[in-house]
Structure formats: C-alpha cells, structure tokens
C-alpha cells in the first residue's frame, strides 16, 4: 500500500514538471515572436520611406539631399522613462509615421523592442575626419623653404635629442642643382655646432638625422635652437639659403613627449649691426576688435655690459598716448646673450581713432644678478607726429595692412 502510494506522489509531481517546463518553453516561443513581430514592423515602415529623406516634409526631403549620409541615434526603450521626449520635441518613432532611416543591416539584438525607439538625432561623419596635412603643400608667397625637425628631453641623462627630418621647396641661388646640409647650433653658444651629411643635387632633402646635446634641466629653457641651411656650389663654396631660431622656453619637453615641428625657413639679416644692436619685431591691428599686437621676435649685436651667463636680457614694450604712458609688458629674460630670441607675443587695447596719437616704446634692458638694470637701447615706432624713417613706415604699413602681421628690424638708440 505505501509502494501504491509513492508511486501516485511521484506521477503526479512528474506530471506536474513536465506542466510547468511546457508552460515556460511555450512563454519563450510566444515573447520571441513578440519582438520578431515588432522589429518586423519597424523595418517594414523604414522601407516604406524615401531612401534619401528624413521625414515626409516636402523641404526636409530637398535639404536631405545635400546633406551627407549621416548615422542615426536612437535612445532605446529602457530609457524612456528619463524625459528623453522634451529634448527631442517629441519627435517619437511610430508604426504609422516616417522613421528616421536606420542602416538595412540585421537586427540589433541590445534592444528590447525597437518599435518604441525615440530619434534625438544623427552623427556626421564629415565631421570626425582627420584634417589633411597641407604642410608640404601650402606654401606662402616668397617662402623660400620649410624645416621638419623634431625634439626630445632625456631628464635623467639631461640630454637634448633633435632630430632633423627634410627640407622641402629650397630656393638656391642659382636655377640649377641643390646640394644643401644643415648646422645646428644650441644657442647662446654660437661657437660649437652640430653638421648634417650633405645631400646632393636636390631641392627636397631627407636627412632623417639624429643629433644629441647636453644641457642641463635648469638651463634648458634658457636656450634656443637655430638651423642653418647651406647650399655647396660647384666650386666648394658655401652659401646660406636660410635660417630658422626655435627657443625651448614655452616647450613642453619629457621623455615621452617628442615633438615634431616645422618652421619655414627665414633669410639672414646681411647688413652689419648697428652701434648698440638691432631689434626684430612684427606689428598687427585688428581694426575690429581694436587690439594692437606686438610679436618681440628677437635682437642681436647688442652691446653687454658684461660677458657673464649672470646677465640677463629682455624687452619690455610700453604703449604711449600723447607721451602719456599707457601700460608696458615685459619678455621673459635671456641669459648671457648678445643675440637673444624672444618669439612673445602681446596684445594691447587701442581705438581706431588713436592710432594718429599713439606709440610704441620697445627698450632692451639688461639686469646682473636681478640688481642692477641698464638700458642697452631703444626704438620708438608710431605715426608721423613721433617717428621718422623706418619706424614710420612700418607703423604705416601695419595700419594699410589691418590684420596681417608686419615683420621689420629696427635700429636700437640710446638718445630719449
């Protein structure tokens, strides 16, 4: 009698399983093909629609093709419930409306229904491409050549590695052949430089050339690179095509960083320094925002007090009006050189309508030890009621030419 009964108990709990696995299986099969059904429906309301239009709207279907293919954005159902509608006006994906074109590729299988998907709108990809590297082929009017160079700082051996890349676009005296090399100097050292091998009979050289120099870490931003590039004519002569100054001051330089640069290439200052030095600047005037903009570019031959890597050089630039001192800015200072590179940039505010009374004062000081300042020169550019000469042709040539920058080297004075 108990063997009956267990018997009964196990057939009926049997019976009961099975029930249950049947009644699950058959739930799967149904929610299945729920969302088959529903994607079904979303895909065949896509197709329904012009392939290249957004909605019905006669004018979004005209501006649609101008546009480039863009990739839809859709919120999916789960996150209805965070007010996506009011960001996108409620522009919400019915089974009867216009969808916004989606890719004809297979179903995503993320979604837990796409029939309730919300639009908030489409990615360009005109919009993520990398920009063309023009460098080797915009090249301005009276560019006379282009530098690739590259830049690393080793901290714990305190070593500068420059790299020399290529030279593009060389204009050597003479139409015929090119055989250019480059010297490296670290300035303010002037008497020691590095060489590159020389490249014959071409106006496009690579060098791809490795070149060390130990600066410490302390003296490394006080230092400036300078490229010269030669050209060795028939006879063995050599002859400068032309220069390019990189001062290490603003660089971020650490192991892991290596810079890769390019500077086109500047002609050499042929005529003698004058009696306390030269100053090169450049001048701009945005008549719009009426900003005056005064790049200090550099100095050479001045007259040092002292030959010591104590002394230290700079520039400071003071804006006048009615001989009415404005406001100044002052460069960072060079340490022991006669020809120090600045490369700063200051801007200043001035009214279209003072340009006829105003003026710019750009004095070369240096200081021994932070102690004592001297003035190594001067040189005042601005309309005709204050200069003469070239200071005032510069400054006319800045006003005739708004916006661009007007780059000349100016006679230092010491006279007030």
């Given at each position: 009698?108990?063997?009956?009964?267990?018997?009964?108990?196990?057939?009926?709990?049997?019976?009961?399983?099975?029930?249950?696995?049947?009644?699950?299986?058959?739930?799967?099969?149904?929610?299945?093909?729920?969302?088959?059904?529903?994607?079904?429906?979303?895909?065949d309301a896509v197709k329904?629609?012009?392939?290249?239009?957004?909605?019905?709207?006669?004018?979004?279907?005209?501006?649609?093709?101008?546009?480039?293919?863009?990739?839809?954005?859709?919120?999916?159902?789960?996150?209805?419930?965070?007010?996506?509608?009011?960001?996108?006006?409620?522009?919400?994906?019915?089974?009867?409306?216009?969808?916004?074109?989606?890719?004809?590729s297979g179903p995503r299988s993320s979604f837990h229904s796409l029939a309730g998907a919300y639009v908030v709108g489409t990615?360009?990809?005109?919009?993520?491409?990398f920009p063309e590297d023009k460098s080797e082929t915009d090249f301005p009017e009276g560019?006379?050549?282009?530098?690739?160079?590259?830049?690393?700082?080793?901290?714990?051996?305190?070593?500068?590695?420059?790299?020399?890349?290529?030279?593009?676009?060389?204009?050597?005296?003479?139409?015929?052949?090119?055989s250019?090399?480059?010297?490296?100097?670290?300035?303010?050292?002037?008497?020691?430089?590095?060489?590159?091998k020389m490249k014959r009979k071409t106006l496009n050289p690579q060098f791809d050339e490795n070149f060390v120099f130990q600066v410490s870490s302390k003296m490394l931003f006080q230092r400036t690179l300078k490229f010269l590039v030669y050209h060795v004519d028939k006879q063995k002569k050599h002859h400068l095509l032309g220069q390019v100054t990189f001062p290490l001051k603003n660089e971020m330089l650490t192991d892991d960083n290596k810079l890769i640069i390019w500077r086109d290439l500047e002609k050499e200052n042929l005529e003698p320094p004058s009696e306390y030095g030269d100053i090169q600047f450049?001048?701009?005037?945005?008549?719009?925002?009426?900003?005056?903009?005064?790049?200090?570019?550099?100095?050479?031959?001045?007259?040092?007090?002292?030959?010591?890597?104590?002394?230290?050089?700079?520039?400071?630039?003071?804006?006048?009006?009615?001989?009415?001192?404005?406001?100044?800015?002052?460069?960072?200072?060079?340490?022991?050189?006669?020809?120090?590179?600045?490369?700063e940039t200051f801007s200043f505010k001035a009214d279209q309508t003072e340009l006829d009374t105003a003026s710019l004062n750009l004095s070369v000081l240096q200081s021994i030890k932070s102690e004592k300042t001297h003035l190594l020169g001067h040189v005042v550019v601005g309309p005709f009621m204050y200069t003469r000469g070239k200071e005032l042709e510069h400054w006319n040539e800045m006003i005739s030419k708004p916006k661009e920058l007007v780059k000349r080297w100016h006679a230092l004075r010491h006279s007030t």
């Open positions: 009698m108990t063997e009956q009964a267990v018997a009964v108990a196990g057939g009926i709990i049997g019976g009961i399983l099975l029930f249950v696995l049947i009644g699950i299986t058959a739930y799967l099969l149904w929610k299945k093909f729920c969302w088959f059904h529903s994607y079904e429906k979303l895909t329904m629609t012009n392939a290249n239009a957004v909605f019905q709207d006669q004018s979004e279907i005209q501006l649609k093709t101008t546009r480039p293919r863009s990739v839809p954005f859709i919120i999916p159902p789960t996150l209805h419930e965070r007010d996506w509608i009011n960001l996108m006006n409620e522009e919400h994906v019915q089974e009867d409306s216009d969808p916004y074109m989606i890719p004809q990615i360009n990809p005109e919009l993520y491409k560019n006379i050549g282009r530098l690739w160079f590259s830049i690393e700082y080793e901290q714990e051996s305190e070593r500068l590695l420059v790299s020399l890349i290529k030279v593009r676009k060389l204009q050597p005296p003479a139409a015929d052949s090119c250019p090399f480059v010297k490296i100097y670290l300035l303010p050292d002037e008497r020691s430089y590095l060489q590159s450049s001048l701009s005037y945005n008549d719009y925002l009426g900003r005056l903009t005064v790049v200090v570019l550099r100095a050479r031959g001045l007259k040092l007090q002292e030959e010591s890597h104590a002394i230290s050089v700079y520039v400071k630039v003071s804006l006048m009006n009615h001989n009415k001192f404005i406001k100044s800015k002052k460069t960072a200072a060079v340490l022991g050189s006669p020809n120090p590179v600045y490369n």
